[in-house]
């Protein structure tokens, strides 16, 4: 089974502090990506790497940046958190066809 | 741009009966892919079942189905004989077909559907 695993299951920060949260696959996939999770407003996709020190935004960038330094392992970074960036952090890996999500980062900014 | 909605926030259902959750998109694309998605309260989103835009038929996964209306633009997931692990939130994704490139797993989602489920 593919295994797509979230560093933090909770993750509590403080407005102004920088945030990484982390991502590692098992599966030897090219792409990966991060959502963000809100009520009312499903998964928006906020950027996606498909190989190694590539990356490309998605619908929601704004205050976020990727790093992929390695295959398996896709951060996502917050430079200067916020509140408004409060949210479940969703990580997902793909082969292709199919999508492997982890289990998700509740981010909360205070 | 491609959106995706679900009109139903929430829905109740009896244990043994059926229910249907609704979805509807719009695209102007002619390949596509459409998914409904199960997140369950341990947050594990979990794919119940995929739809290519160019099958007319529909597709089906053990007590899953859906009716997908291409013309409509309707894509809607039927769960029968409903059991208590039913319960959770559904999405309603959609992707752009193989010809998209890098747009694997670049998919636009519904709001969700909180499906409960009366024993």
């Known amino acids: 089974d593919v295994k797509v695993t979230q560093s933090s299951r909770y993750l509590v920060k403080r407005t102004g502090e920088k945030v990484f949260l982390e991502c590692v696959q098992d599966m030897d996939h090219e792409n990966m990506f991060w959502y963000r999770q809100d009520p009312g407003l499903g998964l928006r996709l906020i950027y996606f790497s498909y190989d190694v020190k590539m990356k490309e935004k998605g619908d929601i960038p704004e205050g976020y940046s990727v790093s992929r330094e390695k295959k398996e392992r896709f951060s996502l970074i917050l430079e200067s958190a916020s509140t408004n960036q409060t949210s479940m952090y969703l990580c997902?890996?793909?082969?292709?066809?199919?999508?492997?999500f982890g289990n998700g980062t509740r981010l909360t900014v205070t | 741009a491609q959106t995706v909605t679900q009109s139903q926030p929430e829905m109740s259902v009896q244990e043994a009966e059926t229910v249907t959750l609704s979805c509807t998109y719009d695209?102007?694309?002619?390949?596509?892919?459409l998914f409904w998605y199960k997140q369950p309260p341990s947050r594990q989103m979990i794919l119940v079942i995929r739809?290519?835009?160019?099958?007319?038929q529909n597709a089906t996964e053990n007590r899953f189905s859906v009716n997908f209306q291409k013309a409509a633009k309707s894509f809607s997931l039927k769960i029968s004989d409903s059991q208590l692990g039913d319960a959770a939130m559904y999405f309603c994704a959609y992707r752009l077909g193989n010809a998209g490139g890098t747009s694997y797993g670049k998919l636009t989602f519904g709001q969700g559907t909180i499906l409960t489920v009366h024993p």
């Open positions: 739809q290519e835009a160019y099958k007319q």
């Open positions: 695209t102007s694309e002619s390949d596509y892919y």
């Open positions: 997902a890996s793909s082969p292709g066809r199919t999508l492997h």
